[in-house]
């Protein structure tokens, strides 16, 4: 089979992204929507050829940009894991995508041919995260004040589905450029993360418990 063919339609193993339980599923197009046995959710999956991969990494953010083959033509996936994993992704592998929600970004990226996959973190704000680290004070802030105060009417609903459409652009042209990456943390991100901490009133441990977090990892699958 030619490395230009897109994969072939049919069984694959597929790590549901709610459980991260692996399973059988028929994949029958590009997206394909799943239903998790063990977890009673569902999920999408995208599934492709890779064309090409380049990527970028910086601390632990990693951005893979896929240019890839698949039934519908040929396409370009940027993903940023904040995890940093490196997937190896080669031309001609198959990889997929899984989903919680298709209009959030993917949450699992797979390498088929070498049967690893990543659970991808995403950060609650882009550039927050590009500009202070996924396990910063400052990230979890913003996460607490979308979460509490912007989600819960509808003004704060469409800014957020705005951002999360704009934000990955700025946050990975941002990404490797330190001193750009110090003035927004000084000037945006940190101000505003320290009014919306006072209001949450965060405590010390708060702050201590969410720095001891997880290192990158890179899952084997079945
Ligand atoms: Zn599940």
Not at 75 to 100: I, N, P, Q
Not at 165 to 183: E, G
Not at 193 to 204: E, P
Request: aromatic letters at 12%.
């Amino acid at each position: 089979m030619s490395r230009k063919t897109p994969p072939l339609l049919g069984n694959y193993r597929i790590v549901c992204p709610h459980c991260q339980k692996q399973d059988n599923y028929v994949i029958t197009g590009d997206y394909t929507n799943l239903h998790c046995q063990e977890c009673d959710k569902p999920f999408d999956v995208f599934l492709a050829k890779v064309r090409a991969k380049r990527g970028r990494k910086s601390g632990n953010t990693r951005e893979y940009i896929i240019r890839y083959y698949s039934r519908a033509g040929e396409g370009e996936k940027r993903v940023t894991d904040y995890g940093g994993s490196d997937l190896g992704l080669r031309s001609g592998d198959v990889f997929y995508l899984a989903y919680k929600k298709l209009d959030e970004g993917p949450d699992i990226l797979c390498n088929m041919n070498i049967t690893k996959y990543v659970e991808i973190k995403k950060g609650g704000c882009f550039i927050a995260t590009a500009t202070c680290g996924y396990n910063s004070i400052e990230v979890k802030t913003l996460s607490l004040f979308r979460d509490n105060i912007l989600i819960k009417n509808i003004w704060g609903q469409l800014f957020t589905s705005n951002y999360y459409r704009f934000s990955p652009y700025l946050a990975s042209y941002i990404v490797d450029k330190n001193i750009l990456k110090r003035i927004i943390r000084r000037t945006f991100i940190t101000p505003i993360s320290i009014i919306f901490s006072n209001l949450f009133s965060l405590s010390t441990r708060d702050r201590v418990l969410h720095t001891a977090d997880d290192k990158p990892t890179i899952k084997k699958a079945e």
